[in-house]
C-alpha cells in the first residue's frame, strides 16, 4: 500500500547523498559511510541510522540536524536519527569515487589501515609516504598527526612547499 | 536516552554502573586535563594534537558516561553525571587528575594511560554488556593514534637534550608509582571480571608493558621506571582523590552548578 506522502526509500537515500559533511564539503555523508541505514516507519516518518567517525567528532550534532532537515524537505512528516556503535566506523566505508574528490580537494584519501596490535615504532617513525594531492610529488612529509580536525593528519609537500592533509585510516 | 537497559549479567546493577564509570570517569578526568592546553601548546601542531586527544577522551566518556546514566535507571544523563557529581563520586585512576606540569610530563602521562586503554578496549570489545563492547571497539581506533603520539614525543624528549632528558626522568619518577593502581584487582573488579562484564586489571598489564617498556628503554628513561611496582596505591578508582582533584572539578563544574541543569 502505497504511503499517503511523497516520500519513498529511493528519494530517502536521494536526500541524503546531497548532505555535505560539514567540514568537508566535497563528499556527502553516505559517500562518508556514516549513514548505515534508513527504514520508513509509518505515515512519513523515517528512521535513520547513523554511526559517528571519532566518538568526540564535534560534527556529529550538526550533521544530524543536516539530516532531518534535508529528509523533512524531502517530505518526511518525522525523523529519527538513530546512533549506532557497532560496527565501528571506519575509513574503508568511504566511496571509491569519492576518494579522487577530496585528493582534488587537497585531502590524501585514507590509506590501508594497520589491523591488530601493532608495535610501537621508534622516533624517527616512517609516516606513510604520500604523493602530494597538489603536484604528485613523493617528497613529503608528516608535520603532525593531528590536523584542523579529529580524522587528519597535517603533511608538507617539499617540492611545491604546499601544506595539505590526510585523512586516517581508521 | 531514557531506555531502560537489559542486563543479563550477574553483576548488581550498583556494581555494573560503578565499573563503567571507572572507564568512563578516567576518559573524561584526562581529557578535562589534555583541554587545558588549548592555547598553551608549545607549536601550534601540539595544542592541536592535544586538544584533539581531548576531544576523543571527552568523546569516549560522553558514551560511557550516557551508557552509566541509563543502566542506572535515576535519569541522570552524561551532563549530570559529569557536572553534577561531587568529587567522592568520581571513580577515575588517580593519575589523570594530576596537573599537567609541562608538555614533557603531559605526552608521558598519555603514553602510560594511552597503552593502558589500548590494553583495556582490546578486551573490552568482548564484554558481555554489548554497549560496552561497542563503545571499547570504537575507542580502540583512536586510543591507537594516541598512543603513537606519546610514544614518539616520548623518545624525543627522553633521548633528548640534557634538560629535556631531565625533566622526562623527572616526570616518570613522578607519574610511575600511579601505575600501580591500572593492574590493582579489588572485588568489584573481579565480580565484573567474573560476570564477563570487564577485563581483571591484573590482566591488562603484560600488553601495557609490552608497549610501555621498550619505548622506555629506547627513551632511555627505563631506570627511572624500575622497580617495577612500588609500595604506593593510589585509589582514585574507589573514590579517594588527591589534592588535585578539587581544583581539577571547581573550573569544569562551575556552570552547572552556578546554573543547574543550564543548556546551550
Known amino acids: ?170 | 536516552m531514557g531506555a531502560v537497559i537489559d542486563r543479563t549479567c550477574d553483576l548488581s546493577r550498583d556494581q555494573h554502573v560503578e565499573c563503567v564509570l571507572r572507564i568512563a570517569d578516567t576518559s573524561l578526568i584526562l581529557g578535562q586535563r589534555l583541554s587545558e592546553w588549548c592555547g598553551h601548546g608549545p607549536v601550534i601542531e601540539e595544542d592541536i594534537a592535544l586538544t584533539n586527544i581531548a576531544l576523543d577522551l571527552v568523546g569516549q566518556a560522553r558514551l560511557l558516561l550516557t551508557h552509566a546514566g541509563a543502566l542506572e535507571g535515576q535519569g541522570r544523563d552524561e551532563d549530570q553525571l559529569a557536572f553534577l557529581r561531587d568529587e567522592s563520586a568520581f571513580r577515575n585512576l588517580a593519575i589523570v587528575e594530576l596537573p599537567n606540569q609541562d608538555f614533557g610530563r603531559t605526552v608521558l602521562r598519555n603514553l602510560l594511560v594511552a597503552a593502558w586503554q589500548d590494553a583495556l578496549w582490546t578486551q573490552l570489545a568482548a564484554s558481555q554488556d554489548a554497549e560496552l563492547a561497542a563503545i571499547a571497539a570504537k575507542s580502540a581506533k583512536e586510543t591507537r593514534y594516541h598512543l603513537q603520539h606519546a610514544a614518539d614525543w616520548t623518545v624525543r624528549l627522553g633521548d633528548g637534550t640534557a634538560e629535556s632528558r631531565r625533566r622526562m626522568g623527572r616526570a616518570l619518577a613522578y607519574l610511575w608509582p600511579y601505575t600501580a593502581e591500572f593492574f590493582d584487582d579489588d572485588a568489584l573488579d573481579r565480580a565484573a571480571a567474573a560476570a564477563g562484564l570487564a577485563p581483571l586489571p591484573s590482566a591488562l598489564q603484560p600488553a601495557w608493558e609490552s608497549h610501555v617498556l621498550p619505548v622506555l628503554a629506547e627513551a632511555t628513561l627505563i631506570e627511572h621506571a624500575l622497580p617495577a611496582r612500588t609500595p604506593f596505591l593510589s585509589h582514585g578508582k574507589r573514590g579517594r582523590h588527591t589534592e588535585h582533584m578539587g581544583h581539577l572539578l571547581a573550573p569544569m563544574q562551575a556552570m552547572q552548578r552556578a546554573y543547574p541543569g543550564c543548556t546551550w
Open chain 1, 1 to 170: 500500500m502505497p504511503l499517503p506522502n511523497t516520500l519513498t526509500h529511493d528519494s530517502a537515500w536521494a536526500a541524503l547523498r546531497a548532505v555535505p559533511d560539514p567540514e568537508i564539503p566535497v563528499i556527502s555523508v553516505t559517500e562518508l559511510g556514516i549513514v548505515r541505514g534508513v527504514r520508513l516507519v509509518d505515515q512519513g516518518a523515517v528512521e535513520v541510522t547513523v554511526t559517528p567517525t571519532y566518538a568526540g567528532c564535534p560534527a556529529a550534532e550538526l550533521i544530524d540536524a543536516e539530516i532531518v532537515a534535508a529528509l523533512e524537505r524531502a517530505g518526511a512528516s518525522q525523523v529519527t536519527v538513530r546512533r549506532q556503535l557497532a560496527p565501528a566506523w571506519t575509513t574503508d566505508w568511504i566511496d571509491p569515487d569519492a576518494r579522487e574528490r577530496l585528493r582534488a580537494y587537497g585531502i590524501v584519501p585514507p590509506g590501508e589501515r594497520a589491523t591488530g596490535l601493532q608495535p610501537i615504532r621508534l622516533q624517527p617513525r616512517a609516516a606513510d609516504k604520500l604523493a602530494c594531492p597538489r603536484c604528485g610529488s613523493g617528497d613529503t612529509e608528516r608535520l603532525s598527526q593531528f590536523g584542523a580536525t579529529a580524522c587528519k593528519a597535517l603533511y608538507r609537500c617539499r617540492a611545491c612547499r604546499e601544506p595539505f592533509e590526510y585523512f586516517k585510516p581508521l
